[in-house]
């Protein structure tokens, strides 16, 4: 089990050992103490930060908080160290201005996502697949369900209640000062499970290109030259895979490809494709967030409003981070009524999979309950041209591109035509090429290198 914080640098540039209390001897505090510590301090210093709204500006009164602490302890012959003093004094940062003992480990870039299963079980997930266990979170759930709640209303792009009354919570955090843009994605649930859980998920690449991909394993060369043609030729892509598969990474690689003065819109449950935040790739960009309803049922605004508002706002592509019950049909007409080239991305196990995923996600919103299946195949079938699906590498943890599915109007069956433009052939199930498109043409107009969909000049760079 790692011990919270981690021990950082000491001392940091503006932190001198002369601002802290001499000891006569050194006399750590344990996870336990620590937590308490910073608890006690906290509500010390709570009407001394009541106005400040920045780390910087607030680390005078913490220390100022942290030196009282001490004094006190000195006065029952505890002596506390200058290295625990100052880490004293970043863990009551980290508690008013960030993810509280988190943070160390949300700053880490090798870790992708941290689960905690009440208070006092904390995992700790990395990008090569170890996971390990992690110090406990609060002193209670109580504790823990506090700073959820705390976490929804002041960290939150859009501010979230976590209550007995809505007890699941889906929000988008702001990443915290010095974080680079690393932005989490909280999901947390209580009352409807026997202890409170939640689940973060770092955003680790945000700014990232088909350059990218290729570096990372996630596309060979022949796989990002067909995708980059096929963002210029304005195809309407969906991006399918399972959990952790890497979807949301490679629709933001898939629009840098896109001309940054091109006006577009993302629409999302939750910020996280963060288009607008990205100047240098997206000049014009128009990003929607739904929104949930207050404690009283009211001034809900979901993605199936907020997508014919959207067409209202001169949009030539919409992305959608992920397409549910509520948005499927909206999502559908969208590309249908004047935006080519939109992309969007769906939880599947399959490229295959991604049809009856449709049909399911389309009949369980309000709307499409009575529409049939065959109406449905051909809706996506006139509406979606390529899907890219995606998995991971259960050795290496690599994402990479499996399958790439050309999409068609239904032929001899109520099914979608398909073509299997590249098939799961390579190296542990990676994407080699199998059947030339029908959207060659479209493709080689926009670039594409038809001499790419020969295997020979298809091969993975995988160690």
């Not at 050992?17 to 001897?25: H, I, M, N, S």
């Not at 390579?426 to 670039?447: F, N, V, Y």
Request: some cysteine; glycine content about 6%.
């Amino acid at each position: 089990m790692s011990s919270w914080p981690p021990s950082p640098q000491w001392p940091p540039a503006d932190l001198q050992a002369d601002e802290f209390v001499r000891p006569p001897q050194q006399n750590d505090l344990d996870d336990a103490a620590m937590r308490e510590a910073v608890r006690a301090i906290s509500d010390m210093v709570a009407d001394d930060l009541k106005e400040t709204t920045d780390r910087k500006s607030a680390r005078q009164a913490v220390q100022a908080g942290v030196q009282r602490w001490v004094q006190d302890r000195l006065r029952d012959d505890v002596a506390i160290s200058f290295a625990t003093q100052r880490r004293l004094v970043d863990a009551v940062l980290d508690e008013r201005f960030e993810l509280g003992m988190l943070t160390p480990y949300i700053r880490d870039s090798r870790v992708e996502s941290i689960d905690v299963n009440g208070h006092d079980e904390v995992w700790i997930t990395y990008s090569d697949g170890t996971c390990e266990e992690g110090p406990a979170l609060a002193a209670s759930d109580e504790d823990l369900v506090r700073k959820i709640q705390m976490w929804a209303l002041h960290k939150a792009y859009a501010p979230r209640e976590f209550s007995e009354a809505n007890p699941l919570l889906n929000a988008a955090l702001k990443p915290g000062e010095g974080d680079d843009g690393v932005g989490v994605r909280l999901s947390a649930s209580m009352s409807v499970t026997p202890r409170p859980y939640a689940s973060l998920r770092c955003h680790r690449l945000v700014d990232v290109t088909m350059s990218d991909l290729h570096r990372l394993g996630t596309v060979s060369r022949s796989v990002r030259a067909f995708i980059e043609a096929a963002v210029k030729a304005r195809l309407n892509i969906m991006i399918s895979g399972a959990t952790a598969a890497g979807k949301t990474t490679a629709l933001r690689a898939f629009s840098s490809v896109i001309d940054p003065m091109e006006r577009i819109a993302t629409l999302e449950s939750d910020f996280e494709l963060f288009f607008h935040q990205l100047r240098h790739r997206h000049r014009n960009v128009v990003a929607f967030q739904a929104r949930q309803p207050n404690s009283e049922g009211a001034g809900a605004i979901s993605l199936n409003d907020l997508i014919p508002h959207s067409l209202r706002k001169n949009i030539k592509r919409i992305f959608v981070g992920e397409v549910r019950a509520d948005e499927i049909t909206a999502m559908f007409e969208a590309m249908n009524t004047g935006h080519p080239g939109s992309m969007c991305t769906i939880h599947a196990d399959g490229a295959e999979e991604v049809f009856n995923r449709i049909v399911m996600l389309w009949t369980r919103g309000p709307s499409g309950v009575h529409t049939p299946a065959s109406v449905i195949h051909l809706n996506t079938g006139m509406t979606i041209n390529l899907v890219v699906h995606l998995r991971m590498d259960p050795d290496t943890h690599t994402r990479f591109v499996s399958e790439v599915l050309e999409v068609m109007a239904p032929g001899d069956n109520d099914l979608p035509s398909r073509n299997t433009v590249y098939s799961p052939t390579g190296p542990a199930g990676r994407a080699m090429p199998d059947i030339t498109p029908q959207c060659l043409d479209r493709l080689i107009a926009a670039g594409f290198d038809p001499a790419l969909l020969d295997a020979r000049n298809a091969t993975w760079e995988v160690t």
